[in-house]
T-cell receptor, first 114, second 116 residues
Framework: ETGVTQSPTHLIKTRGQQVTLRCSSQSGHNTVSWYQQALGQGPQFIFQYYREEENGRGNFPPRFSGLQFPNYSSELNVNALELDDSALYLC?????????????FGAGSRLTVL | AQTVTQSQPEMSVQEAETVTLSCTYDTSESNYYLFWYKQPPSRQMILVIRQEAYKQQNATENRFSVNFQKAAKSFSLKISDSQLGDTAMYFCAFMKPPNTGNQFYFGTGTSLTVIP
């Protein structure tokens, strides 16, 4: 198993810019979800993708969007960055067919918006 | 809406001692899943233990065990024989039944420090 890998590890953007974060799911996992973790807080659910379609979304505006590719890798895109978007963005994958519902997390991408 | 509450922002324990981390949650669902995740300073979240709400027996994983009180909506984590490597943020998480949103809800975390 290769685990979940995310890139980039750190990045700095300015307000109004756009950012794309990438995630490679664990081998065999067909479901990927993205979480935002602000400093000192627990992860907040952004959205989830299954078979390349979004099938769950948290309380985040439309400028947060995503993609899942046939190889189960995924992207999180954030447009019109705001200062409050500064956070650790976590990607998590799981195999929905097992019923175990266990998330495997990546190490995250630390986004700083200036 | 589901909420998860961890009322202990920070805790400490002596090495080899036992510590219990608290978690309560609020839901109207009858079937769901509960988890404890650990986030060491290197920040990658790792599953510690998992509990299915329809199972009455408390889950155990080596030194980690839970006290699941469904009626009280309580899900505490007990760490026995604490080790230095247990130092981390611990997050309690709740998941609704599959195909009802697929969303995990996390608490705000408890920072545990194991003292040598």
């Amino acid at each position: 198993e290769t685990g979940v890998t995310q890139s980039p590890t750190h990045l700095i953007k300015t307000r109004g810019q756009q950012v794309t974060l990438r995630c490679s799911s664990q081998s065999g996992h067909n479901t990927v979800s993205w979480y935002q973790q602000a400093l000192g807080q627990g992860p907040q659910f952004i959205f989830q993708y299954y078979r390349e379609e979004e099938n769950g979304r948290g309380n985040f505006p439309p400028r947060f969007s995503g993609l899942q590719f046939p190889n189960y890798s995924s992207e999180l895109n954030v447009n019109a960055l705001e200062l409050d978007d500064s956070a650790l963005y976590l990607c998590a994958s799981r195999d929905s067919s097992t019923g175990a519902n266990v998330l495997t997390f990546g190490a995250g991408s630390r986004l700083t918006v200036l | 809406a589901q909420t998860v509450t961890q009322s202990q922002p920070e805790m400490s324990v002596q090495e080899a001692e036992t510590v219990t981390l608290s978690c309560t949650y609020d839901t109207s669902e009858s079937n769901y899943y509960l988890f404890w995740y650990k986030q060491p300073p290197s920040r990658q979240m790792i599953l510690v233990i998992r509990q299915e709400a329809y199972k009455q027996q408390n889950a155990t994983e080596n030194r980690f065990s839970v006290n699941f009180q469904k009626a009280a909506k309580s899900f505490s984590l007990k760490i026995s024989d604490s080790q230095l490597g247990d130092t981390a943020m611990y997050f309690c998480a709740f998941m609704k039944p599959p195909n009802t949103g697929n969303q995990f809800y996390f608490g705000t975390g408890t920072s545990l420090t194991v003292i040598p």
